[in-house]
């Protein structure tokens, strides 16, 4: 079992910054991928970025790929997604979970969290 809770979303406009954090807790945290999603309203959820919890190479689509970077935090048992120049269209739910890594499934969900970007 994996609990995940995001945080960091909020109001920003155009080419602005922002972190988004995914506080991890649970057992066998090694084994997971995590990834980060999001859903706008009215279109369907969208991979964002992805992380193995042990390390290896993180994974972007075209859309985020060079304006945003997920990260590990053991100190803190996190993952994060710097997300800069935002756009408008990045506007959406964000949401993390976690996938075993033997698994083609995101057995675990966050509550999400809202990213706003305004022009």
């Known amino acids: 079992q994996v609990q995940l809770v995001e945080s960091g979303g909020r109001l920003v406009h155009s080419g602005d910054s922002l972190t988004l954090s995914c506080a991890a807790s649970g057992r066998s945290l090694s084994v997971y991928v995590i990834g980060w999603f999001r859903q706008a309203p009215g279109k369907e959820c969208e991979f964002v970025s992805s992380i193995r919890w042990d390390g290896g190479s993180a994974f972007y689509p075209d859309a985020v790929k060079g304006r945003f970077t997920i990260s590990r935090d053991n100190a803190k048992q996190a993952v994060n997604l710097q997300m800069n120049s935002l756009k408008r269209e990045d506007t959406a739910v964000y949401y993390c979970?976690?996938?075993?890594?033997?698994?083609?499934?995101?057995?675990?969900w966050g509550q999400g969290t809202q990213v706003t970007v305004s022009s």
């Open positions: 979970a976690a996938q075993p890594s033997f698994s083609r499934n995101w057995a675990y």
